[in-house]
């Protein structure tokens, strides 16, 4: 029987100790700071949040290339002979990197992409049910596989609220006017994936505490979430007080395992420190 192997992007925030855990092969994004080309973590969230402090200007970021895509894949085929890879990729409505992927694999076989409309948690959590799905059916058909994980895709629900208005200023996300409105109010915004967009759909007022409970009670009213599973996604600088009443929201409500994860340079670039995010599969 051939092995399946799954990849995906850094921009899943993909914890290393379960990509490692199940061989799940990551390629890195691109981070420029400062005139300078990173690939995505190998420069630390602090650095970033250090060259704001210093310059009020955040990095940006930019897609795998074409090339980085096919020496990749490659790879993955040397080191996993004869294999069957399927590719989860970062939203194709974000970043140019899944068409990148794309045209990156139109000379290899057995290579197989998915776009996951989604980002960080989003979509970890369409590979960590690809990872448990291949667990419960190690001689799934991969043709059987891919229709299982498409069916899925839409399922994935991610909402964010970034820590500071600040990076979205600074990005360009936010004009002057709104920013300053915001900040007086202590007004966060809501981003969440519509059809593979990042889309802001609600605004919350207060401090993190008050806004990342409404956001989680919010969250469970509007997705019939699968309880087996949910992620949380925070940026450096979050409270450790909303995180435990975060997980005891999650106990009560009824899921079975939690699984937090740190956002990785990509999304800490424009979230800024302290955000918070839950992404999980609805049922």
Not at 172 to 178: E, K, M
Request: hydrophobic share 40%; net charge negative.
């Amino acid at each position: 029987m051939r092995r399946i192997i799954l990849s995906t992007e850094s921009g899943a925030d993909l914890p290393e100790v379960l990509a490692d855990k199940h061989d799940v092969q990551v390629i890195p994004m691109h981070v420029i700071m400062d005139g300078q080309d990173y690939l995505d973590g190998h420069l630390s969230v602090n650095e970033i949040y250090d060259f704001y402090d210093r310059t009020k200007k955040i990095p940006s970021t930019s897609a795998t290339n074409v090339h980085e895509y096919h020496e990749f894949f490659k790879k993955i085929r040397k080191d996993f002979p004869d294999s069957i890879i399927i590719h989860i990729g970062y939203t194709s409505k974000a970043s140019a990197s899944f068409q990148n992927a794309l045209i990156a694999a139109e000379d290899l076989k057995d290579l197989f992409l998915i776009d996951a409309l989604n980002v960080t948690g989003g979509l970890t959590a369409v590979v960590m049910y690809t990872v448990t799905l291949l667990e419960k059916e190690p001689r799934i058909d991969p043709v059987h596989l891919i229709e299982k994980i498409e069916s899925k895709v839409p399922k994935s629900r991610l909402a964010f609220i970034p820590g500071s208005l600040d990076f979205l200023r600074a990005g360009g996300r936010v004009s002057n006017l709104a920013y300053l409105g915001g900040a007086l109010l202590k007004i966060k915004p809501c981003i969440e994936l519509v059809e593979g967009k990042l889309v802001s759909t609600k605004k919350y007022r207060g401090n993190m505490s008050t806004v990342a409970e409404k956001l989680m009670r919010d969250y469970l009213n509007q997705y019939d979430i699968d309880r087996q599973q949910i992620y949380f996604i925070y940026s450096i600088g979050l409270s450790e007080n909303i995180k435990q009443r975060i997980n005891e929201i999650a106990n009560e409500t009824g899921f079975k395992n939690i699984t937090w994860i740190q956002a990785g340079a990509m999304i800490s670039t424009h979230s800024g420190p302290g955000g918070f995010g839950i992404a999980g599969i609805e049922v």
